[in-house]
Nanobody, 126 residues
Framework: VQLQASGEGLVEAGGSLTLSCVPS????????MGWFRQAPGKEREFVST????????YYSDSVKGRFTVSRDNAKNTVYLQMNNLKPEDTAVYYC????????????????????WGQGTLVTVSS
């Protein structure tokens, strides 16, 4: 499975941006698709994830209420809609995916994901 993320951009604080992730290859077995981010000098952190069936969404506390993860089955694409962006949201955002089911508490761990996209840079100016 390959993941192609897009949507890189520079926005002002309070603005919005949408990231997209398109999986290719053997995607029929994907169970989980998530977003992580890594700011300069910091560790990669969980942002959000969505299960394929049933559809369940999870968010980190830092983005809950501002970000929305969704999927479009027709386009085979997962989105991360980011609203009310803050300078602290500045980071490289990574799309990730996993085939096997996993307990909820493990969904926030980067090590739980088998496939990773190349990362896309989001910069929020103050």
């Amino acid at each position: 499975v390959q993941l192609q993320a897009s949507g890189e951009g520079l926005v002002e604080a309070g603005g919005s941006l949408t990231l997209s992730c398109v999986p290719s290859g053997h995607t029929s077995g994907l169970y989980l698709m998530g977003w992580f981010r890594q700011a300069p000098g910091k560790e990669r952190e969980f942002v959000s994830t969505i299960t394929m069936s049933p559809v369940i969404r999870y968010y980190s506390d830092s983005v809950k209420g501002r970000f929305t993860v969704s999927r479009d089955n027709a386009k085979n694409t997962v989105y991360l809609q980011m609203n009310n962006l803050k300078p602290e949201d500045t980071a490289v955002y990574y799309c990730a995916a996993r085939n096997e089911r996993i307990i909820t508490s493990f969904m926030r761990r980067a090590g739980s994901y088998e496939y990773w996209g190349q990362g896309t840079l989001v910069t929020v100016s103050s």
